[in-house]
């Protein structure tokens, strides 16, 4: 123990090691031990503390006990806690402690701004989306299972984990009230005062039927089990986390996307989001009478990523997909699918545990990926997609070769073939009311020929019944049955009458069609086409659904009961494919023209589910138009790509500067503030030390690899660093450069710092 150590808890501290109550301790842990565990659970999130527990012991020697888990536990907790304080004070020391400065800091490509660089549409692009995997079980005393309703609410009956107030450090995490205030329970004092804008009322479009996440009444309910039933996650188009939300004791309801985007456009201002069913929910954000009008002044743009987009319809991808959405580039907008996939190891060692302590592995680990995994691959994704860019450039001379192969004179024609297909599209989504009532007149007459026909043959069932005949008592249930069969007969074509009457007053008819007249012929046939549709939608949803069940039951960390429960799914969803398969065929081939047959090996194999759009038959013949031709239709989409690839490379040659420039100002920052802080307080200076050192490891491979990326054929941009806007950072990180070029100082401190730390380290 040191001399000036009062407490035992102290003087354990300064020798390395974290006692595991305040008082009187009689355990502690290595400092070593649960540094090794931090870590190590950061690059593997299923280690759990019992079995690096039971490795513990098994190195020393000693057989494991329940208790020796919870002791680990409060001086693991002790020692992250301690950790966050020095972290507190250093970015207290350096400026860095005001709000959002996190958030406003995230990802220097997209955020660090220079002066004199080119506007770039949608300047910040974000991607958002729920995932259930790390929802967590409702814990509760023993008590709580023998107490009545009335007596479970007291506060004697909560559990100690129920009991922990304590809050996870960091800002990651947007609070319950602020999501909460976004709720339909606090949506109705919200909107007072507030009349709902008309223009921004958008039709529907159909994609609500084909995602259940749209459907508030179904994701409502969630299993009563759980309390948190995942999170809802932001990040930036380069992976870096913006904020996350718990998703408490509901599915993914519409006021996480809320709360999210209210919180960006607060901190941002302008710029667009992706999400999977982003085509709703930019309208819920535009017809909302409060975020609204912030999100049409800041100019916010709702999009659907690349992979999620198949599953919409073709109208829908025309409009929210990112291949046709000026400024957006080569951007997917499906981060957080990757993400997802490595959070979701997490699970295991969340599932169970309190709501500090979820909360707690969940933060940590967003820390951890965004320095050491996000960060240390920034250049690797920039150089990467600089060079997808320049690939799909090389293929502007194919384009050229094939419009002068179809006869196409310039590339406006692309444009328009766009709008065209848009205005084609728009007209399916509803019939005209005239057709619809034609159809409507249509059915009703068959419906009343097949009533009248049923009625005859009752009639006639009923006449050859004698009274007469010795069997007559005997047949007297018969005779019951035919008069009531008569009686239902005559009620129903009443009824169609009535209907029909109706019917040919609306549409003004004159004589009543009969088979073989053209009124009737021409009715037949959009009844036809109608079956044939609503045939192709059934099938159409699904595969859907089938190809994204395929994808989760072949998605890494899927286990086997899920598996399992999934194959059974695929089964039943197999069977239902036939059998629209089989609705379609027969659709098909009543119609006027009969359409092909398709197979099961033919549906199986679809790539793309916008192809069964092209399948419709419409009231416009397009059968000659380009855009409905597949070599017009490829080029198109061609044309569209080199587009988003322009945009990708401006949108590059203004973030690798930011890149550059933040690494050599973070630097100089850091060493300038080291050296000032040190003659003060050296402990705190070597802290600093670390700081800069945690994101600097990385920063020589940076620039080699941008360096690589220079020397591609077709490189247009810079690897020179330029001049932070002041505006950006409050010249926080603005520093005289003749004083931070001092290396030998700068030589002096680093060796300082290592004598310090030598000298605090009695292990050394």
């Known amino acids: 123990?040191?001399?000036?150590?009062?407490?035992?808890?102290?003087?354990?501290?300064?020798?390395?090691?974290?006692?595991?109550?305040?008082?009187?301790?009689?355990?502690?842990?290595?400092?070593?031990?649960?540094?090794?565990f931090r870590v190590t659970r950061l690059r593997c999130p299923r280690l759990g503390i019992q079995p690096y527990v039971r490795a513990l012991c098994d190195i020393h020697g000693v057989p494991f006990r329940s208790y020796l888990s919870t002791q680990f536990s409060i001086a693991f907790d002790v020692y992250l806690a301690t950790l966050a304080e020095v972290d507190r004070r250093v970015l207290r020391t350096l400026g860095r402690d005001t709000p959002n400065w996190r958030l406003k800091n995230a990802c220097p490509a997209c955020l660090y701004k220079l002066e004199g660089e080119d506007d770039i549409p949608l300047p910040f692009l974000t991607t958002m989306d729920g995932n259930n995997s790390l929802r967590?079980?409702?814990?509760?005393?023993?008590?709580?299972?023998?107490?009545?309703?009335?007596?479970?609410?007291?506060?004697?009956?909560?559990?100690?984990?129920?009991?922990?107030?304590?809050?996870?450090?960091?800002?990651?995490?947007?609070?319950?009230?602020?999501?909460?205030?976004?709720?339909?329970?606090?949506?109705?004092?919200?909107?007072?005062?507030?009349?709902?804008?008309?223009?921004?009322?958008?039709?529907d479009d159909g994609c609500n039927e084909r995602w259940s996440n749209m459907r508030d009444e179904i994701t409502s309910h969630a299993?009563?089990?759980?309390?948190?039933?995942?999170?809802?996650?932001?990040?930036?188009?380069?992976?870096?986390v913006m904020v996350v939300a718990d998703m408490v004791q509901s599915g993914e309801l519409g006021k996480y996307g809320f709360a999210v985007v209210d919180h960006l456009l607060n901190v941002f201002g302008e710029h667009g989001a992706g999400y999977d069913i982003g085509c709703e929910f930019g309208k819920r954000v535009n017809a909302h009478p409060v975020l609204g009008p912030a999100a049409r002044r800041h100019r916010f743009r709702s999009l659907v990523g690349a992979f999620h987009g198949h599953a919409h319809n073709r109208r829908c991808q025309l409009c929210n997909l990112a291949t046709y959405v000026t400024g957006v580039g080569l951007e997917d907008l499906e981060e957080c699918e990757s993400f997802f996939s490595k959070s979701n190891a997490l699970a295991s060692?969340?599932?169970?545990?309190?709501?500090?302590?979820?909360?707690?592995?969940?933060?940590?680990?967003?820390?951890?990926?965004?320095?050491?995994?996000?960060?240390?691959?920034?250049?690797?994704?920039?150089?990467?997609?600089?060079?997808?860019?320049?690939?799909?450039?090389?293929g502007a001379r194919t384009l050229r070769e094939?419009?002068?192969?179809?006869?196409?004179?310039?590339?406006?024609?692309?444009?328009?073939?766009?709008?065209?297909?848009?205005?084609?599209l728009a007209g399916l989504q509803r019939e005209p009311p005239e057709e619809t009532l034609q159809m409507e007149y249509y059915q009703k007459l068959v419906n009343l020929r097949a009533a009248e026909s049923k009625l005859r043959v009752i009639r006639d069932a009923v006449a050859l019944e004698d009274p007469s005949s010795a069997n007559y008592e005997q047949n007297a249930a018969t005779t019951r049955r035919l008069e009531t069969q008569r009686r239902q007969a005559i009620e129903l074509r009443d009824n169609l009458v009535v209907a029909v009457h109706e019917l040919e007053v609306r549409l003004d008819v004159a004589e009543r069609w009969q088979p073989g007249s053209d009124e009737w012929s021409e009715a037949a046939v959009m009844v036809a086409q109608r079956r044939y549709?609503?045939?192709?939608?059934?099938?159409?949803?699904?595969?859907?659904?089938?190809?994204?069940?395929?994808?989760?039951?072949?998605?890494?960390?899927?286990?086997?009961?899920?598996?399992?429960?999934?194959?059974?799914?695929?089964?039943?969803?197999?069977?239902?494919?036939?059998?629209?398969?089989?609705?379609?065929?027969?659709?098909?081939?009543?119609?006027?023209?009969?359409?092909?047959?398709?197979?099961?090996?033919e549906v199986v194999d679809y790539t793309f589910l916008s192809d069964f759009d092209l399948l419709r038959l419409a009231r416009t013949d397009i059968v000659s138009e380009g855009w409905a031709q597949?070599?017009?239709?490829?080029?198109?989409?061609?044309?569209?790509?080199?587009?988003?690839?322009?945009?990708?490379?401006?949108?590059?040659?203004?973030?690798?500067?930011?890149?550059?420039?933040?690494?050599?100002?973070?630097?100089?920052f850091l060493r300038r503030e080291a050296r000032r802080i040190f003659a003060e307080d050296p402990a705190l200076a070597h802290q600093v030390t670390l700081y800069r050192m945690r994101q600097e490891r990385f920063n020589e491979g940076h620039r080699y690899r941008l360096a690589g990326l220079s020397k591609t054929p077709g490189f247009s941009g810079s690897i020179l660093p330029g001049v932070a806007d002041p505006g950006m950072f409050d010249g926080a990180m603005l520093g005289d450069e003749d004083e931070d070029d001092d290396e030998d100082e700068a030589d002096t401190l680093e060796a300082a710092v290592t004598v310090l730390r030598i000298s605090a380290d009695p292990s050394m």
């Not at 300064?14 to 305040?22: A, D, F, K, Q, V």
């Not at 996000?374 to 150089?383: D, N, R």
């Open 223 to 240: 299993l009563s089990m759980y309390d948190e039933t995942g999170i809802f996650l932001s990040l930036c188009r380069h992976s870096f």
């Open 533 to 601: 549709q609503r045939a192709l939608d059934h099938l159409h949803g699904l595969v859907i659904a089938r190809l994204f069940e395929l994808t989760k039951c072949n998605m890494s960390g899927t286990g086997y009961k899920m598996r399992k429960h999934i194959a059974k799914a695929l089964q039943v969803r197999s069977r239902a494919i036939k059998a629209a398969i089989e609705q379609y065929n027969a659709a098909a081939v009543a119609l006027t023209v009969p359409r092909e047959r398709l197979t099961w090996e």
């Open 349 to 394: 060692s969340t599932r169970y545990a309190t709501v500090f302590h979820r909360k707690q592995a969940i933060t940590t680990y967003l820390q951890h990926t965004d320095t050491y995994d996000t960060y240390q691959g920034l250049s690797s994704l920039l150089a990467a997609k600089y060079k997808r860019a320049l690939e799909l450039k090389r």
């Open 136 to 203: 967590r079980f409702q814990q509760m005393s023993r008590q709580d299972d023998n107490r009545g309703e009335e007596d479970a609410g007291s506060p004697s009956s909560k559990s100690k984990a129920r009991q922990d107030t304590r809050e996870a450090v960091g800002d990651y995490y947007l609070s319950r009230d602020a999501v909460d205030k976004w709720a339909k329970e606090g949506l109705d004092d919200l909107m007072k005062g507030f009349p709902t804008d008309p223009a921004w009322v958008e039709e």
């Open 1 to 36: 123990m040191f001399a000036r150590d009062h407490f035992v808890a102290s003087g354990l501290v300064n020798l390395g090691l974290i006692p595991c109550s305040p008082f009187s301790p009689t355990v502690a842990i290595t400092v070593r031990a649960l540094e090794v």
């Open 402 to 424: 094939t419009m002068i192969r179809l006869g196409i004179p310039d590339a406006k024609t692309f444009e328009d073939w766009l709008a065209a297909e848009k205005a084609f």
């Open 630 to 668: 597949p070599a017009g239709r490829e080029a198109m989409d061609q044309y569209f790509k080199l587009l988003r690839a322009d945009e990708e490379i401006r949108r590059l040659n203004v973030e690798i500067p930011r890149f550059v420039t933040y690494m050599r100002d973070e630097e100089r």
